[in-house]
């Protein structure tokens, strides 16, 4: 990963804290990724101003601050870095400290860094449309600036105000001596006329290059390992189509159901808070050409021609599901059905499941399945790409094979598993499945893998743009899904109810066993190493 240590190396190594969460194997992985990376500037010259709007909700302090301190406690951002937040909300810096304290914690030995960091972070209290405000956002901004002035937004805030506060960026805080960068979080649009409208607004604002439409599921370590292993190995290209492989199935679980935040989530559903944008983007990666280099708009373009080739899709191909609670479970929460979320509206035909079947209309890929299946308050939390080969032909051990199966586990316990037949010791030709494993929590034990979050402003720092989303990709995704969405809004079908910690609807499992997938049950994989729930 090309793109995390950057500025690592301007600290002095008496300021590095020997108990930092990125540890010394860590940090050596991070450091020799990164040892092409120049450094074009003196940072007696340059300086760096983090803009966090909506600092007051529940994504900054569970996500942007946390991560923030992360990095300045690994000491991964540029030196001098201070970071300003901005929200209706009046408060302090010391009251922010409050909100963030679940989150934004220090280990034995960091409390001063903690300390460090805290006094690195100021705070505006402001409309998102009064000049007055954001003219004393600018005063706070240019405060300490140095003669070459870089300026970062982070827009952790709801679509409705997207458009107020980027017109107000463009007018008010663009850096006059240095670059500015956007961060805007996902969704993006609801369709492609409201996600068509929003990037025309931006595109009237920022040239593409200032825009960073942040997945975080870009930023997670087996998904980035994805191109590495499909380019970078000689063993997986002649067999990566159809003439080897019988279908592809990319799969999105989590154990827990809204958890009070239904009424947000009944205004968007599964597909679109996890299957048009998490599953499209490990669907990409997945089927698409290799590209010409490893820059971002090489691999940005080879993303967009795999989805548009890909026919838009509609409810005969797809599976909704919606969850009700089980009576017979000791956790209250799984007795709840969503439609026991008092936020969630009364009869409510939201999805909280959803399985679709994507067919691509390439030399690569025609006739190949790909099978997409997301859902909440299912049996185990899991994100996974399984792509599975076709059976042996002229079996001769009496159909005792099973179908090689490569797995990309991308949550929990990151991995890469091959599933093959081998003999079982002894005088007989018995077989049994087994795997060639890579666990990176085994083969990288020392190592703390970044998170997300990380990666991605640390990307956002260095100008990569490489594990963001261009305009034109988003286009082509909400050209598959709108007329989906519209005709589940227009004909309003009943979900398929199933049962809180189940498996979802075995109407789901039998759309896959139509497009070619195998279940034989039979094995389980086991992570080599035990690890720590995330």
């Known amino acids: 990963y090309n793109c995390l240590i950057h500025f690592y190396k301007r600290m002095p190594p008496h300021s590095r804290s020997p108990n930092c969460e990125g540890n010394p ?3 050596r992985l991070l450091r020799d990724s990164l040892k092409s990376c120049n450094i074009s500037s003196s940072s007696l010259l ?23 301190w992360a990095l300045f406690r690994d000491r991964l951002i540029p030196q001098g870095t201070r970071v300003v937040g ?20 220090a280990k034995k030995g960091e409390e001063d ?4 960091f805290w006094a690195a972070n100021k705070y505006v209290a402001g409309s998102y449309h009064d000049t007055a405000d954001f003219d004393l956002l600018v005063k706070e901004m240019a405060a300490e600036e140095k003669p070459c002035a870089n300026r970062l937004f982070y827009l952790a805030l709801p679509p409705s105000v997207f458009k107020q506060i980027t017109s107000m960026i463009k007018a008010c805080c663009m850096s006059p001596t240095g670059w500015t960068r956007v961060i805007v979080e996902k969704p993006f649009g609801k369709d ?19 825009l960073y439409r942040i997945d975080h599921y870009l930023g997670k370590e087996m998904v980035q390992n994805v191109i590495s292993l499909r380019f970078g190995n000689m063993i997986f290209g002649p067999t990566w189509n159809r003439d080897s492989i019988a279908n592809v199935k990319i799969t999105f679980k989590e154990p827990f159901g809204t958890k009070g935040r239904g009424g947000y989530f009944d205004e968007f559903g599964i597909i679109r808070d996890v299957m048009q944008n998490h599953l499209v983007q490990l669907f990409c990666l997945t089927a698409m050409e290799k590209p010409v280099s490893t820059s971002p708009d090489d691999i940005r373009d080879e993303k967009v021609k795999v989805l548009k080739s890909v026919p838009a899709l509609s409810l005969s191909n797809c599976v909704l599901g919606q969850y009700e609670g089980d009576p017979a479970s000791e956790d209250p929460d799984a007795r709840m059905g969503y439609l026991d979320d008092p936020t969630v509206p009364a009869g409510s035909t939201c999805p909280t499941f959803a399985a679709a079947v994507f067919n691509i209309n390439n030399e690569r890929w025609d006739g190949v399945p790909f099978i997409l299946k997301c859902g909440k308050a299912l049996g185990e939390r899991k994100a996974e790409v399984r792509i599975q080969y076709k059976d042996v032909p002229g079996d001769i051990f009496d159909g005792s094979t099973v179908r090689n199966e490569l797995v990309i586990r991308v949550q929990p316990n990151e991995s890469v ?16 499945e087994t795997e060639l494993d890579l666990t ?22 260095v100008g990569s743009q490489m594990h963001f989303v261009r305009s034109d990709e988003l286009a082509e995704a909400w050209r598959i899904f709108t007329p989906l969405l519209k005709e589940i809004e227009e004909e309003k079908p009943h979900p398929i109810k199933y049962k809180y910690g189940s498996r979802g ?5 039998q759309l896959a066993e139509k497009n070619k997938f195998v279940y034989t049950g039979k094995y389980k994989w086991t992570p080599p190493v035990s690890s720590p729930s995330e």
């Open 417 to 432: 598993y091959l599933k093959v037949m081998t003999k079982t010791p002894g005088m007989s030709f018995t077989l049994q």
């Open 113 to 116: 860094l903690l300390d460090q």
């Open 86 to 105: 901005y929200a209706r909300s009046k408060m302090t810096v010391s009251q922010l400290r409050e909100n963030c304290a679940g989150t934004v914690k």
């Open 46 to 68: 340059v300086s760096h101003v983090f803009v966090v709007f909506g600092a007051s909700g529940d994504l900054a302090w569970k996500k942007i601050y946390p991560t923030l």
């Open 192 to 210: 492609s006329t409201s996600s068509a409208d929003l990037s025309c607004h931006l595109r009237e604002l920022f040239s593409e290059e200032q």
């Open 505 to 509: 609807p075995p109407e789901a499992d």
């Open 25 to 27: 194997e860590g940090l």
């Open 440 to 461: 990176y929590k085994s083969r990288y034990k020392d190592a703390r893998l970044p998170e997300a979050y990380e990666r991605l402003i640390l990307d956002v720092f």
